[in-house]
């Protein structure tokens, strides 16, 4: 964990910077006795800034602060989550599968689909569902100040809260990027950052049964699985296969004795 509110670009930006001049100090011969120190330093530079990417977007790392992304439990405990609705009809479609079997899920629903479909968070609800913040528009949050993640962050909570009469505790970044002010604004707004462990690429539309077989393949005790009930801002894919998808993952796992639970309820199972 880093305690520093320099953004990512910022790092990227300095070690470029360093791994310039670093080569042209080796260029030149100014930084290459005894050894290469020059090519030494931008090849460091180059691998740090590596590094400090792959932490801003892989879902599990905790490089600038802690996120959620699955349980360390002995117990068959699965979390199903959906992002970027709500998005008629697929949420609907979604929340029909999840009743005819009884399972509980987590919709990490987008501000602006949100406020326009109250009805549908208040179903999500009403069903027992637990709701999280995926921002306003959608947008990456590494692109944006400070004020701005605090804004998308804050215009979503009050709509949700229009809508159920409270706001949700919990957030996924768009795409799962953050770095350290991000993370630090989510901690001034009190919402845990919620990751994944298990993600199939249904957006991209592969096929219901190639989304049900990549999930399937990687569910473990304590899994949270990433799925979709809306598509971004844009609104333009269907989402028809991870309807299907979603009807086959809770069958197969429920055969294999796993239960679903909510975010908040396998973070609780944590056995750390
Ligand atoms: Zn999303």
Known sequence: MVD??????????????????????DYLRILKRPVRLGLGVAV?????????????????????????????????????????????????????VLKERNIPATFFVI???????PELLRRIVAEG?????????????LKLDRQGIIA?????????AAAVGYPPHVMRPPHGFRDAVVMDAM??????????????RDWVNPGAEVIAERTLGKVQNGSVILLHD????????PREQTVAATRIIIDKLLAQGYTFVTVDEIRKMSEE
Do not use: C
């Open 187 to 200: 901690a001034e707004k009190k919402l845990k950052v919620i990751e994944w462990s298990v993600a199939s």
């Open 44 to 96: 460091l530079g180059i691998v740090v800034g590596f590094i400090l990417t792959l932490n801003a977007v892989l879902p599990a790392n905790h490089f600038y602060g802690p996120v959620f992304s699955e349980s360390r439990t002995s117990q068959k405990l699965v979390a199903l989550t959906f992002d970027d609705g709500p998005y008629p009809p697929y949420t609907g479609q979604v929340l029909d």
């Open 111 to 117: 501000g602006q689909n949100a406020a326009k479909y």
């Open 129 to 141: 569902h637990q709701l999280g913040n995926h921002t306003y528009n959608h947008v990456d949050l």
């Open 4 to 25: 520093t509110n320099m953004r990512l670009i910022s790092m990227l930006g300095l070690l470029t910077i360093i791994v310039i001049i670093s080569l042209l100090f």
């Open 152 to 160: 998308e962050i804050e215009k979503t909570n009050q709509v949700i």
């Open 230 to 237: 809306g598509d971004g801002i844009a609104a333009a894919l």
